[in-house]
Each structure stands twice: as C-alpha cells, then as structure tokens.
C-alpha cells in the first residue's frame, strides 16, 4: 500500500502524497544531477514545472476514467503476479532512472528484501501481527463498561467460547464449521455419462423456456455428443464411414451433419436386437434435448462463478469472459485440402447459459461470442489483445463450463476498440502446477508478459 500511494502520488501529481516536491527539486540542483528536473529559473520566483514523469491534467482524466471502467472477476480486487527478489532490484533501479531521490523511501527499500527474508522465515501469515492486532480490535468492541474493560472483554470471551462450543455439535443449524462456501458448487453429480457429471450448477431463476431455431438445437446436440466420452466408439465408427464416402476436406462437415441421426438410428437398432445391451442414459441422449431451453444467467464450477455477458453490464465485477484452448482443423488457405489438427487457444463472451434437457438429466452448455483471429493481437510488451466487436466461429459458439478458463478484459487506453486479456488465480482450489506453490495458482492465457521494457539510459525516457 505505502509503495502504491507513494508511486501514484507522484505519477499524479498530488500535493501532499507526491515526492517530487520543491525541497527534492532543491536537492538536486545541490547535488548537480537530473538538470531537467532542477528549478525553473526563468523568472523572477523559481517555479518548479510539471516533471516528465507526471501526467497532465488530461491525462490524468483519463488514467482516472480508466480505473473507473476495470470490473473485476467476482471476488478479486486485483490480480498481483509474483515477483522474485532480482525483478524488484532491477524495477527499482529503473524508477531511479525516472524518479529523484526523495521518491526512494524507506518503504521502497524494504522491498528488496522481503522476498529474501520469505524465503528464510517462510509463508509471512505466521509471523506476522495482523491476526493478533485484529483479535485487540474485536476485544475492544466488547466493552459496554469502560470502568471495568477487563470484565467485559471476559464476559464476552466467555458468551464467543461458549457458542464455538455449541456450533461443533449443532447438526441443523448452520454455523461457522458447516455452512458452505461462497461459491458451493454442490460437488461431482452421480451421472453415468461424463458429459453430465460436471462438478457445477446453475443458480439463480431459470428464464422462461425459449425456443431457439432447429438449426440451433442441431449444432447444440452435436457439441454434447461430441463431448461424451461414452460414445467415443460410435464417433470412430461413424467416421470411418464418412472417410469412405466423403473427400477429406469435407469428412468434419459430414460427420458433423449426419452423426446424431446416424446415431439414433444405431442406438434404437441395437434396442431392438438386445434391450439391456443400451444404457437407460444413452438412450435419452441418442434422443436429443428438448426444444424449450431455460436459460440461466448465473453458473457455478469448481469455486468460479460465471455469468453471462447482459448481467456483466448491470454490476461492478465482470465473469464472463472465457479463454478455451482447443484442438481444431487448421488450414493453411482457403485452398488448402489437407488440413492438420493442432492446439488454438479462443478467446470469448458468455453470451447465454442454455440448460439442455435430455428428459432422464439436463446439462448445461455456455453460448459464447468467440473473437475472431482478425481480433487478436500481441502487443510490443508481450500482451494479448481483443477486439470484442470482431466476433467469428459463428458455428461452434457452444462449451462446457470444464473446459474453459476464466478470463476478464480491460479496455486499453492505448489503443481504441481493443482490450488486454488478463487472468487470475483459482481462490478456491490450491492446485500445484510446475513451480506454483502454495495455492499461488496462476492461470495462463498466452502470450502473457510479467516483465517491464528495457530501459537503457535516462535520455530515452525523457
């Protein structure tokens, strides 16, 4: 926190925060370094003019407009990457390139070493004094008597020692040591088919049935079946059947067309020849879903909350951006017969949560607006950047909530219509991937950048 006001109060200018004050102007003359940040002389009163570090009123309205537009993820207030102990050296012997001495605080210094003194003392939550000062915080709310405090911080010691107590055996009361977690996913669903026993759930009213066109329904039906694992043997056989008949340029639209009534009609001839040969649970999905679709506006999975882009304009967090890496048909033209499968990561909007139902079970499918690879950018410092008006893959809007990463967007004031695509941790699951430990999970979105630009010499920046 210090080193954050110390570092916008400069870059902003604001009087009583900055350290670019007169005193440090002054010091720099006397020290003979930094000329074009000495004293304006020009006059008859020295004035000291705006530093090249700070911004100017304009831009000050809109690095403020910007802060004000960032919605986060719900639940998170930033998303800090970890930094080791030579990163910091070396960020901070570029801001003295930029900033005069005054800005090097003590607070400043102690950064250098606060990774090195976490490597030696370990994780700083069990050494520090917060728990303690905000335990003598909630004692000193206690007191209703002030001529006798120590009597009423022991009356209600008691009363809190007492309900603890009470609440390690209290069974149908919810309490501190049974009530769910924020966001409760209600845990892996007891469904035969994998497709159907993500570990999610909608919440929130369901909207009123909708009815989406035939066309809609199809390509929904096919992403269930073709995500299933159980019917991987029917996917292979029926395949091999199309590249019998069909070009290999066309074999993926073929299958994708004639697949689920290939399928039915498969599964229906099997019932007749063995009953008990087909599962209950194939049978309906052979079937297909309902017409009518509920349509949620909120969903949950694994400890993240999702939600579909119109609730996203109405509140201060943002949940519905998605990142999904895939393996997809790749051509190299327009002419190219021989396409490849290879990974391709998709950047995305929820657009709407369909609830599909397959009679026995229902399963929930996000329709997302994925941005086009005309949208998608790196920029000089490594970021990935969208433009969520170049939408395309207008054919396979749909995915399950598994298989998608969250993301959010922030608009970038550098350049108009395009936004940097960020992540975060997962706060709900500690999972351990390659070197992260400790629950310090970060989820990926490449090309991501953690570092600063070189900076050579003083000169370039000024």
Sequence with gaps: KNVFDTLVGTILDIEGKTKDTIKARLDLERMGIRRGLWMNRDSDKARRDLAFFSMKPNDKKEFLKFVSSVKFPDGYASNIARCLRHDIVQVLCKFEMIFPPAFFTSMMHVMVHLPEEALLAGPVNYRWMYPIERLLGELKKSVRNRAKPEGSIIEAWVQYESLTFCGMYLKDVETAFNRPQRNNDGGMRKEKLSVFAQSARPFGDPGRGESFSRNDMEVAHWFVLNNCDEIMAYLDEHEEMMKREHPSHLIAQKQ????????????????????????????????????????????????????IKAQDDVRTTQNSGVYLLAQTMQVASAKDKNPILSNMGFYGVIQEIWDLDYQKFTIQVFRCDWIDSSGLVVDELGFTLVDLSKIGHRNDQFVLASQVKQIFFVDDPMHRGWSVVLSMPNREYNDVIGDEVLGDVIIECEPFTRGMPNVDTFDELV
Excluded: C, H, T
């Design 256 to 307: 994708r067309e004639l697949f689920p009534q290939w399928f039915l009609e498969s599964v229906q001839s099997e019932l007749e020849e063995d009953n008990n040969g087909v599962s209950e649970n194939l049978r309906w999905l052979a079937a297909g879903p309902n017409m009518a679709v509920p349509l949620y506006r909120n969903y949950l999975i694994k400890g993240i909350k999702f939600n």
